[in-house]
């Protein structure tokens, strides 16, 4: 501790804090959600719940397939990662593999709270911005919830956490290991895959053999040895995951896919919900109905009703993913789940009240200068933004998830727009000083 600067012991310093706080703020839920009558979360016998979402068992199955000891098709549609973590916990805890999978989500949880407090004062070199930030992250009941159920948000929010640390850092060679981490967050959750599209060429037109690092001006070559070959290479390799989920699911299934449950929401969520609301059919009925119709069927569909396909998408983006609690916040009387909705409901007008001012951040000339007063480039700041929007509206198609489909994103909203409003204040006080000077 002697050879640490005062900046960084006060870094340390907030980091404690926030994560003794969260400790206790973390099992107070804890204890009353396992003694309140109809709640699933039981912080002493993990595994009586921890299975109580279908999905939850499909990951499960997923997990046992692959170490052989069940025979399912459910890496087709439940991409390797977490159910191999699942499996290779019960392979070696056994009947402590519940007890186990909580603890470790536990504590990737109070990692996730961490990387965003580091990745906040790498953009904003303010303690009390990373620590309000985290606070929040921290305070929100779903991502504290989730923890208790065999569910893939926990290790995805993780993921997410250190993309924004790594893409915050001063690291050279951040934009491959950012490629990793969302490579990674896409074989657990494929909502990510047009975002890890577009990153990939990013990296190949902004990467240059021998350019300077684009999100880091002044820092030198990003890597001036790597030619555009090798450079491909690397990305191919990088994306290792993503091949190993398409050999898993052609040995499974016959067919390479990322996850098959992509085109069953588009069908039976999307389509089949436009469809009801045309019809007035009830939603079971309707799969029924649109069981047997292909893709060109069902966007022919869709076009034909253009506005109650526009009205259907921005119901599921508003109402069904924004505007919602957690539906894992059950039991009578359950004060988690008020509050639960209030958070998604600030949150709502939050990105609402930001859009503009993230929007103009990144478009004015006024900010063109910003990375000679602050850490991080706006590109980074771009590269965040693009991440939430993509996610944002991807999460479109589907409904009936509550905040499921968004509540991944905290890291990369609570990182962008403290950032921005970090970087507008800083911009206005070196234009100032430059005023007082003049």
Known sequence: ???????????????????????????????????????????????????WANDSRSYQAAGEWLF???NNSAIGSRPWLY??????????????????VWISQFLMWLGSGALIYLSLHNTTRSTVLAMFGTAFFFSHPSPLILTFHGMTETLNILLISAFCWVLTAASKNRMYYALLLITLATVTKPIYLLFLVLLAIYILVRYKRGAEDPAAPGRGPADKHTPRLRQIGLIALILLPIWIQLLLSFAATGE?????????????????????????????????LIKDWDVQQQL????EHQRMTVLTVRSHLIDENLWTGSF???????????????MNAVSAYLHLLMAPLVLYYLLSAKYREHTRSSPVDKEIIALLYLCFLLQFLTSGISAGQNDRLMITALPLWITAYLSVLSGMNTTQNVLAEMDDGQ
């Open 83 to 100: 159910p191999l973590y699942l499996g290779l916990a019960r392979t070696l805890f056994a009947g402590n593999m519940e007890r186990l």
């Open 1 to 51: 501790m002697q050879n640490l600067t005062d900046q960084q012991k006060d870094l340390l310093l907030g980091l404690f804090i926030l994560l003794i706080v969260a400790v206790i703020y973390y099992f107070q839920w804890a204890y009353y959600l396992t003694g309140l009558e109809g709640s699933k979360v039981n912080i002493d016998q993990p595994e009586r719940y921890f299975w």
């Open 68 to 70: 052989g000891r069940e």
């Open 256 to 288: 390479p896919s990322l996850s098959k449950i992509g085109s069953y929401t588009f069908k039976n969520y999307l389509v089949a919900d436009v469809y009801l609301r045309t019809e007035g059919t009830e939603w079971r009925e309707t799969m029924e």
């Open 328 to 342: 894992y916040t059950l039991g009578d009387g359950n004060r988690m789940k008020d509050f639960a909705f209030n």
């Open 300 to 303: 022919t569909y869709l076009w």
